[in-house]
């Protein structure tokens, strides 16, 4: 390593010399040169605090447009983005293999083409002949969209440079794309992380909008370095089950808009299709009222959704292990019910299997299903169902209290409008006179109390 050199800074003026002296040679003080500390030569190569070029900082008043949002035509894909596609921004789409991520991106794109935008659809995991294919089954060949297949992040970049910058840029995947500036195969961590930087530059510095879809992990994640999460914009996880017929789209981190969106589709033979009342889907068209099912208004973003929740009790012999089965609900949260309602409300599950299941493979993580759980577990204790045509909202709390819930009057409003004629939840919920006869839960003990008694 070379030797650092010394130097002489003077403290009246603030020339610099290579040697000391008595007097300064640029101010004639005397003895005001003093030593610096010696600078080494790697932080002389790296510094930074001079050499570049000035940033522009600008008020958050500032006069100006502000970028408009594209809609895509797909209403349920607008509302789970938060209105519709920002220009510049960069969306990470993932996803189990086989769930519609490049048919949900191929329908958005021909929509977007046909309303007079531009849309380029890159793929590096099929030929365009297959993707054709596909398009042509979805009714989609006659749309303007741009198809490639390629992998190569240059070439791309090369191409699009060529040409005007789309609206939309939809890259089909992440972890297929290759950059010849960085060692290692496709789907590493440092290909994935240096092609989705490449990209999501080019989209901001021309306003694209850029779609990546990602690959997913055994236990669902996003495949690949955890950083790419924090580049990009938005971050959306389609989800579903491929024996039941609806997709949906939901946004995990969006800096556009909420996060607490769905877009809720149906899997038909011509693609996907937008469902416009979810409820629906969730709900059995039975006609009588069964014991162990309960009905619980679930909020999505701004939307309520009707979910049915199913419980089964069977009764096991003396000595044996019971079992405790969940789908679609936090087995922590079931346990902790059910110590409730033995503690609180002297009943006895500890000889019996229970089973609790969310129609339709809905998932839920709302608290409010507290008291739609504990209907529904009581119900099927008692082999007595709940009363025709109502909804269950509430938390529970250890001590057996029914707290209020978020948003309680517009899931109300929801459940009268599907036809639902009675609530039960907290007792201080403000509920519409017009829309149902609802019922106040100060206590587990009155829920227990309402369904022995058939009410």
Request: some cysteine.
């Given at each position: 390593?070379a030797?650092?050199?010394?130097?002489y800074?003077?403290?009246?003026?603030?020339?610099v010399?290579?040697?000391?002296?008595?007097?300064?040679?640029?101010?004639?003080?005397?003895n005001?040169?003093?030593?610096?500390?010696?600078?080494?030569?790697?932080?002389q190569?790296?510094d930074?605090?001079?050499?570049?070029?000035?940033?522009?900082?600008?008020?958050?008043?500032k006069?100006g447009?502000?970028?408009?949002?594209r809609?895509?035509?797909?209403?349920?894909?607008?509302r789970?983005?938060?209105?519709?596609?920002?220009?510049?921004s960069?969306i990470?789409?993932?996803g189990?293999?086989?769930?519609?991520?490049?048919?949900l991106l191929?329908?958005?794109?021909?929509?977007?083409a046909?309303?007079?935008r531009?849309?380029v659809?890159v793929?590096g995991e099929?030929?365009?002949a297959q993707v054709?294919?596909?398009a042509?089954?979805?009714?989609?060949a006659?749309?303007?969209?741009?198809l490639?297949?390629?992998?190569?992040?240059?070439?791309?970049?090369?191409?699009?440079g060529?040409?005007?910058?789309?609206?939309?840029?939809v890259?089909?995947?992440?972890?297929?794309?290759?950059?010849?500036?960085?060692?290692g195969?496709?789907?590493?961590v440092?290909?994935?992380?240096g092609c989705?930087?490449e990209?999501i530059?080019?989209a901001?510095?021309?306003?694209v909008?850029?779609v990546?879809v990602?690959?997913v992990?055994?236990?669902?994640s996003?495949?690949?370095?955890r950083?790419l999460?924090h580049?990009?914009?938005?971050?959306?996880?389609?989800e579903?089950?491929?024996?039941h017929?609806?997709?949906?789209?939901?946004?995990?981190?969006?800096?556009f808009?909420?996060?607490?969106?769905?877009?809720?589709?149906?899997?038909?033979s011509?693609g996907?299709?937008?469902v416009?009342?979810?409820?629906m889907?969730f709900?059995?068209?039975?006609?009588q009222?069964?014991?162990?099912?309960?009905?619980?208004?679930a909020?999505?973003?701004?939307r309520?959704?009707?979910?049915?929740?199913?419980?089964?009790?069977?009764?096991?012999?003396?000595?044996?292990?019971?079992r405790r089965a969940?789908v679609g609900?936090?087995?922590?949260r079931l346990?902790?019910?059910?110590?409730?309602?033995e503690?609180r409300?002297?009943?006895n599950?500890?000889?019996?299997?229970?089973y609790?299941?969310?129609?339709?493979?809905?998932?839920?993580?709302d608290?409010a299903?507290?008291?739609?759980?504990?209907?529904?577990?009581?119900?099927a204790?008692?082999?007595?169902?709940?009363?025709?045509?109502s909804v269950?909202l509430g938390?529970?709390s250890?001590?057996?209290?029914?707290?209020?819930v978020?948003?309680?009057g517009l899931?109300?409003?929801e459940a009268?409008?599907?036809g639902f004629?009675?609530?039960y939840?907290?007792s201080?919920?403000k509920?519409?006179?017009?829309a149902?006869?609802?019922?106040?839960?100060?206590?587990?003990s009155?829920?227990?109390?309402?369904?022995m008694?058939?009410?």
């Amino acid at each position: 390593m070379a030797k650092p050199k010394r130097r002489y800074v003077c403290q009246a003026c603030g020339s610099v010399a290579h040697r000391w002296q008595g007097q300064c040679a640029d101010c004639a003080e005397w003895n005001t040169l003093v030593e610096d500390a010696p600078a080494t030569v790697f932080s002389q190569k790296h510094d930074l605090s001079s050499g570049g070029r000035a940033v522009e900082f600008v008020s958050l008043d500032k006069p100006g447009e502000l970028p408009a949002r594209r809609t895509t035509g797909l209403a349920e894909f607008d509302r789970a983005l938060g209105g519709g596609l920002v220009p510049g921004s960069a969306i990470l789409m993932g996803g189990d293999p086989g769930i519609g991520k490049s048919t949900l991106l191929l329908q958005a794109s021909a929509r977007l083409a046909r309303a007079g935008r531009s849309a380029v659809y890159v793929s590096g995991e099929e030929a365009t002949a297959q993707v054709r294919m596909r398009a042509a089954r979805l009714g989609l060949a006659d749309a303007p969209v741009k198809l490639a297949a390629a992998t190569g992040v240059r070439d791309i970049l090369t191409t699009l440079g060529s040409m005007d910058a789309p609206d939309l840029l939809v890259v089909d995947s992440i972890q297929t794309m290759h950059s010849d500036t960085i060692e290692g195969a496709p789907g590493t961590v440092s290909q994935v992380r240096g092609c989705a930087f490449e990209l999501i530059r080019y989209a901001k510095e021309n306003g694209v909008a850029l779609v990546l879809v990602g690959h997913v992990t055994k236990d669902g994640s996003i495949a690949g370095p955890r950083v790419l999460e924090h580049m990009v914009d938005v971050v959306m996880s389609f989800e579903g089950e491929r024996s039941h017929q609806y997709r949906i789209l939901r946004a995990l981190k969006n800096r556009f808009g909420a996060v607490d969106e769905i877009g809720v589709f149906s899997m038909a033979s011509e693609g996907l299709e937008e469902v416009e009342n979810p409820s629906m889907l969730f709900l059995s068209g039975r006609d009588q009222p069964l014991a162990g099912s309960a009905v619980f208004p679930a909020m999505e973003g701004t939307r309520p959704v009707l979910v049915e929740i199913q419980a089964l009790i069977v009764r096991l012999q003396s000595g044996a292990t019971p079992r405790r089965a969940v789908v679609g609900w936090d087995s922590g949260r079931l346990a902790m019910l059910l110590a409730v309602l033995e503690s609180r409300c002297g009943l006895n599950f500890s000889a019996a299997e229970v089973y609790l299941n969310v129609a339709g493979g809905y998932r839920l993580a709302d608290p409010a299903a507290d008291l739609a759980v504990g209907a529904a577990l009581v119900s099927a204790l008692a082999d007595r169902p709940l009363p025709d045509r109502s909804v269950w909202l509430g938390e529970v709390s250890l001590a057996g209290e029914v707290r209020p819930v978020a948003h309680a009057g517009l899931r109300l409003r929801e459940a009268a409008k599907l036809g639902f004629t009675r609530g039960y939840g907290p007792s201080d919920t403000k509920s519409d006179p017009s829309a149902l006869k609802f019922s106040g839960v100060g206590q587990l003990s009155n829920l227990v109390d309402r369904v022995m008694a058939s009410e």
